[in-house]
């Protein structure tokens, strides 16, 4: 399953600043007893609270567990982390286990720097290795 979200700003573009075009692309797999989000581009004000709708209407497999994969992403901002706070509280009120992995150096210094990365369930990438990744395939 695949899904694109797309949000253009409103101002118009000119010859010196092109009109923005801001996208984030959700793939999700159903491996054994989990399910993974991939997530590819920024998590932003324009879509965070799309990504959070998104999750919230997913079937969640029998195990109850979610997986964030962030190797895609680009950027996260405040309304990024803050759907992501929702989302831990989401699978909290689901009694769900959740993890975010894979989350590239620039949204992790993010997260360090809001003091969120011993919040919010990271796992390293040998831990997602070990857990999970031979069941992802080539993704």
Partial sequence: MMCSIYETPFKKASRNRPRLRTKMKLKIRRRDDHLIV???????????????????????????????????C????????????????????KEARFHIARVPRGPRKILEEAGLSDYLPLLSDEEYHLSFEESEGSL
């Fill in 38 to 72: 991939f997530i590819e581009g920024s998590i932003h004000l324009h879509n965070a609270e799309k990504l959070y709708q998104y999750i919230e209407e997913l079937p969640l497999p029998e195990s109850k567990i979610l997986i964030i994969n962030m190797k895609g």
């Fill in 74 to 93: 680009t950027q996260v901002d405040s309304a990024g982390i803050g759907a992501l706070m929702r989302i831990l509280q989401l699978m909290k009120s």
